[in-house]
């Protein structure tokens, strides 16, 4: 019997139908089966996460919907790849494979290099598209930007009217969490996945949110509520970076063009700093689309051995339990192992506060962390993991005072105190260094240290000076500033042809990057 046509749409990170480039494409050849595939061997590395496996089935549960109203349907199933392939194209003659060109992590990397192997042995064509600004094969980072704004402003993708699929096909079902060995999730208040809430979520930033968007952004009590909360939706492909660009553009427009008065002025500011978020996305993504290495390795290898042998695995688990003595860094890590989010300063301090302070190797913080982001984004996340450690050799060495933070963004505790009700009474002014507080106060306000709250793990000025002696040590050597010339050539963001100066220090560095040099106010 002859076996009917059908071409697979794979899914990755790109939950959705619009500007679904894959979908659009493989709708117009015929009989199209959209399929996403849960890989027991990814689901179990430690980065993910029973919340990362929730928000993709809520977002394959709105896809599913959207699918059905155009006469489709979502495929699913649970193995590895190409194996489930070999399995579904035994009944059937696979035309194409289509998908979007993914940066992911080493698993994702190998496995679709199988998957390619699988395609070429059988002589079927695989389409991978882009899907945001990051460039595949890139062969010089001069004019990156300028490759972004194009990409950005070319059309978006039509949605298909009508999708054709495949008589006779076993569509499958969402699995159980526990067939992928997932723990119940302890977590609540997480963010819902899907286009649709993707939308909501934009709309609702770009018409009402965003507008305390710069001032709110760096504290923890207001960025929850102040900042866009798309990374989600980003990371797992729920709304596409072009559609969200294009429309931050619509209404850069009509608060440039509304009549004089009716707008707060402030809108303006807020667009332009969001506007220039969205472009840092996929600038770390394209750092490690073009160095796959960076997931493992000290981007400046003159780095290498820096803290890797000094690992002090008590001191990482209190980091990680947030019980070392630090408020805002407890709090924080707290917050986040409840709610999946945490604003980008907390993060960069979390991150700072390990590596520099409690002297651990990046690694293993990050691939914490990584589990605990709803958002996580292999690209973005290993760069700035790295970046706030001091290893890539291109950007300024930031070490956070943990208690200076407490002091400019939640000084009446009220963040901290939610997290971390220990301290639910300690007075305002003792909160960012509760071991000052005099002992009656301690008896008083029922927080004893040591004994209700830990004394702080480190001494910050001593552990301060101590990393930034051994960092500096090896940024001055000239294999550092050399390396330093390496790293700025192969990624640092720079104009269309920039002329690469020769910095004598690695801070010239800096200066001369578009998107490395960035702070939040
Ligand atoms: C150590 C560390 C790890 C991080 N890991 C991730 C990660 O795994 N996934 C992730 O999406 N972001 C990561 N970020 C970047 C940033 O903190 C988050 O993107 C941001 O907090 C998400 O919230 P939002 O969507 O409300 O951001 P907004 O401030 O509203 O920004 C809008 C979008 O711009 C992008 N963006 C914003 N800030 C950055 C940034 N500094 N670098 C790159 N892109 C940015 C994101 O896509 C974000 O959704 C990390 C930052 C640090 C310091």
Redesign the pocket.
């Known amino acids: 019997m002859q076996r009917s046509s059908v071409q697979f749409v794979w899914l990755k990170r790109d939950l959705r139908l619009s500007d679904h480039r894959p979908i659009w494409e493989a709708c117009k050849n015929g009989p199209t089966v959209v399929l996403y595939v849960f890989e027991p061997k990814l689901w179990a590395m430690p980065e993910m996460d029973r919340s990362h496996f929730d928000f993709i089935v809520q977002s394959l549960e709105d896809l599913s919907k959207r699918l059905e109203m155009i006469g489709g349907r979502l495929a699913v199933r649970v193995g590895e790849l190409p194996e489930v392939f070999v399995e579904i194209g035994s009944s059937f003659h696979v035309t194409a494979l289509h998908s979007h060109e993914e940066t992911g992590n080493g698993f994702t990397y190998d496995r679709d290099l199988r998957v390619s192997k699988w395609a070429r042995q059988l002589g079927i064509p695989w389409f991978q598209y882009p899907q945001n600004g990051v460039v595949r094969a890139l062969k010089s980072r001069n004019g990156w930007a300028d490759l972004w704004q194009k990409r950005m402003t070319a059309s978006v993708t039509p949605t298909p009217k009508q999708i054709a699929i495949p008589n006779h096909f076993d569509w499958g079902r969402l699995p159980e969490a526990k067939e992928l060995g997932l723990d119940v999730s302890q977590k609540t208040n997480l963010q819902v996945g899907g286009e649709t809430n993707a939308n909501e979520t934009l709309d609702s930033f770009l018409t009402t949110r965003g507008f305390h968007y710069r001032k709110g ?1 760096s504290s923890p009590v207001s960025a929850h509520q102040d ?5 989600p939706y ?2 797992w492909g729920c709304i596409s970076m072009k559609s969200v660009y294009q429309r931050l553009i619509a209404r850069q427009q009509e608060v440039r063009e509304a009549p004089a008065g009716s707008l707060d002025s402030r809108w303006t500011g807020a667009l332009n700093s ?1 506007a220039s ?2 472009a ?2 996929c600038h ?1 993504m394209q750092k490690l689309e073009d160095e796959p290495e960076l997931e493992f390795q000290n981007i400046s290898r003159v780095y290498d051995g820096l803290r890797e042998n000094d690992f002090n695995q008590e001191r990482f688990e209190a980091w990680k339990e947030g019980r070392t003595g630090y408020p805002m860094i407890d709090a924080c890590m707290r917050a986040l192992h409840q709610r999946s989010w945490i ?2 300063r907390m ?2 301090m979390l ?1 700072s506060f390990a590596s520099n302070h409690l002297w651990l190797h990046w690694r293993p913080t990050a691939v914490h ?2 589990k605990h ?1 709803l ?3 292999p690209g ?2 290993f760069s ?2 790295q970046m ?1 450690s001091g290893t890539t050799g291109i950007n300024t060495i930031r070490i956070y005072s943990p208690a200076k933070q407490v002091i400019d963004h939640d000084p009446t505790g009220a963040f901290i105190r939610q997290y971390v009700p220990e301290l639910a009474n300690v007075p305002d002014q003792y909160l960012p260094e509760p071991h000052r507080m005099p002992m009656d106060i301690q008896s008083q306000v029922g927080c004893i240290l040591g004994r209700d709250y830990p004394f702080p793990i480190v001494e910050h000025r001593q552990a301060y000076k101590s990393a930034q002696e051994k960092i500096f040590a090896i940024r001055q050597t000239s294999a550092a500033i050399d390396d330093s010339r390496r790293v700025f050539v192969k990624h640092g963001s720079r104009k269309k042809r920039d002329p690469l100066l020769k910095p004598k220090k690695t801070s010239e560095f800096i200066q001369q990057s578009l998107f490395d040099r960035f702070e939040d106010p």
């Open positions: 952004m900042c866009s909360r798309l990374s980003l990371a969001f978020r969205l840092w996305h770390f604003n980008f993060r960069a991150v962390l990584a982001f958002d996580f984004e973005i996340h700035q993991c706030q």
